[in-house]
């Protein structure tokens, strides 16, 4: 016999069972009768602090309220900024981000996503007597963003040059006092900024032609099939009830300010046709 072999094998036998093996989240998730969600912490309408309650709410609040009924358990949200949506899944301290968040590949290197509930745009809003009419007519202009958004990835590939803040306001602010030649958002936000406009501030007007097209998922930890494949389930059922156009007309329906209708339906990446984006 060999015995050295054997006394290698049986080392080898017990690394193996002194390494735990990873923690299944779904379960962890229902023993904690938990969802710990993050949102954005002041973006609306998806999720920012109410002025009279000072609870966060929006459409990602109420759309990570919905998926926790669905798991029977509360939904704890847990604000962050736009640039951390994606390290706090890749470091555990949340279980999904709800936060707008668009499939990237280098986002997909680093975290799951789920099958996508909308295709979002990446929108750039001008002032009104601005003389660009597309999006080329402003490569190597000063753009304004959220720093570590898709809008500010948009900005890049366009060729134009980002001035990114923490929020929304700010970059709109930094276009109204002349900082900035334009300002990239998704379609829901650059819509309310320039009706805004209209009373208020330098009228702003909106480019037709997209900055960037991308579907929008919820991000999860990799390798973790079990909570995937729940959540995507979930997705599906909320979609076909009707729920998700319920909680999207509540914040950006015909009756709100964005006045827009939700017309895509949850579907896997592969049945999308887009090209993604780095």
Do not use: H
């Given at each position: 016999?060999?015995?050295?072999?054997?006394?290698?094998?049986?080392?080898?036998?017990?690394?193996a069972a002194?390494?735990?093996?990873?923690?299944?989240?779904?379960?962890?998730i229902?023993s904690?009768?938990?969802?710990?969600?993050a949102?954005?912490?002041?973006?609306?309408?998806?999720?920012?602090?109410?002025?009279?309650?000072?609870?966060?709410a929006?459409?990602?609040v109420?759309?990570?309220?919905?998926i926790?009924?669905e798991?029977?358990?509360?939904?704890?949200?847990?604000?962050?900024?736009?640039?951390?949506r994606?390290?706090?899944?890749?470091?555990?301290?949340?279980?999904?981000t709800?936060?707008?968040?668009?499939?990237t590949?280098?986002?997909?290197e680093?975290?799951?996503?789920?099958?996508p509930?909308?295709?979002?745009?990446?929108?750039?809003?001008?002032?009104?007597?601005?003389?660009?009419?597309?999006k080329?007519?402003?490569?190597?202009?000063?753009?304004?963003?959220?720093?570590?958004?898709?809008s500010?990835?948009?900005?890049?590939?366009?060729?134009?040059?980002?001035?990114?803040?923490q929020?929304?306001?700010?970059?709109?602010?930094a276009v109204?006092?002349?900082?900035?030649?334009?300002?990239?958002?998704?379609t829901?936000?650059?819509?309310?900024?320039?009706?805004?406009?209209?009373?208020k501030?330098?009228?702003?007007?909106?480019?037709?032609?997209?900055?960037?097209?991308?579907?929008?998922?919820?991000?999860?930890?990799?390798?973790?099939?079990a909570?995937?494949?729940?959540?995507?389930?979930?997705?599906?059922?909320?979609?076909?009830?009707?729920?998700?156009?319920?909680?999207?007309?509540?914040w950006?329906?015909?009756?709100?300010?964005?006045?827009?209708?939700?017309?895509?339906?949850?579907?896997?990446?592969?049945e999308?046709?887009?090209?993604?984006?780095?």
């Amino acid at each position: 016999m060999n015995w050295k072999c054997l006394t290698l094998t049986a080392a080898f036998a017990g690394m193996a069972a002194a390494v735990p093996a990873k923690a299944d989240q779904l379960d962890n998730i229902i023993s904690a009768k938990t969802l710990r969600c993050a949102t954005f912490a002041d973006v609306p309408p998806f999720a920012s602090p109410d002025p009279k309650t000072r609870e966060m709410a929006g459409f990602d609040v109420d759309l990570c309220g919905a998926i926790a009924k669905e798991l029977g358990v509360k939904a704890e949200i847990k604000p962050v900024s736009v640039e951390a949506r994606v390290p706090e899944v890749k470091l555990g301290r949340v279980d999904i981000t709800v936060a707008n968040l668009a499939y990237t590949l280098s986002r997909a290197e680093q975290i799951q996503f789920s099958d996508p509930y909308y295709l979002a745009k990446e929108m750039l809003i001008v002032p009104a007597d601005d003389a660009g009419k597309k999006k080329a007519d402003y490569a190597g202009q000063r753009i304004a963003s959220t720093k570590g958004s898709t809008s500010e990835m948009s900005i890049k590939l366009n060729k134009s040059d980002p001035l990114t803040f923490q929020d929304t306001a700010s970059a709109y602010l930094a276009v109204q006092q002349g900082k900035a030649r334009g300002m990239v958002a998704n379609t829901m936000t650059t819509t309310k900024f320039v009706n805004e406009s209209k009373s208020k501030g330098k009228a702003m007007r909106m480019i037709e032609e997209p900055m960037l097209y991308q579907p929008i998922g919820i991000g999860m930890a990799k390798d973790q099939p079990a909570l995937t494949a729940k959540i995507n389930e979930i997705l599906r059922k909320l979609d076909t009830s009707g729920e998700i156009n319920k909680i999207w007309d509540k914040w950006l329906g015909p009756d709100t300010e964005y006045k827009m209708t939700r017309t895509d339906k949850v579907v896997s990446l592969s049945e999308l046709k887009f090209d993604p984006i780095p």
